[in-house]
């Protein structure tokens, strides 16, 4: 290796160990948000920055619309967060908030705008979409998560969300 590479490096890392990222070289970095079997119930769960195991999602084929894959659900959800997580830069105010989008019924992940940024459950048409997404994701997140409830009025519709500080959920 040549003296600016090492150099040039060795800032990087000074910077992002700074600004409390953990730098990455070439190499794949590990999975944050992962599905897991908790009792047989596949759920979404989020690896913390000391390790610990956080239960953010369980998906229980009750609560879910029949002819639903939980497992499969579970994976793309998983996914999903991590490419989230990947590509946000404040996670300090994310929700899970319960909508319609074109009238069809909603679980999706907000940001500070409370704008559906990323749709991870869509439900099947509902007579009343906004009610049918809140049922299941009361019924799906960790109800450790649902301290921070809300309910937003938007055009007319009564809708719940759940804020979460990821960056503090993780460890950050």
């Not at 730098?23 to 970095?29: A, I, K």
């Not at 799906?140 to 960056?167: C, D, H, M, T």
């Amino acid at each position: 290796m040549n003296i600016k590479y090492i150099f040039l490096r060795s800032l990087l890392t000074a910077i992002t160990v700074a600004w409390g990222i953990t730098p990455v070289y070439g190499q794949s970095s590990e999975t944050t948000f992962f599905c897991q079997a908790d009792e047989g119930i596949p759920t979404t769960i989020a690896k913390t920055k000391n390790g610990n195991l956080q239960p953010i999602f369980y998906w229980k084929s009750e609560a879910l619309p029949e002819g639903t894959n939980p497992q499969q659900l579970c994976n793309n959800a998983s996914q999903q967060l991590e490419n989230y997580l990947a590509s946000e830069n404040d996670l300090s105010s994310v929700s899970f908030k319960s909508t319609k989008l074109d009238k069809i019924p909603v679980i999706c992940a907000t940001g500070k705008s409370n704008e559906c940024n990323l749709v991870l459950l869509t439900l099947p048409p509902a007579d009343n979409p906004v009610d049918a997404a809140n049922v299941v994701l009361d019924s799906v997140l960790e109800p450790q998560l649902q301290a921070n409830r809300f309910i937003s009025n938007e055009r007319g519709v009564q809708s719940i969300y759940y804020k979460i500080n990821l960056w503090q959920l993780l460890g950050f």
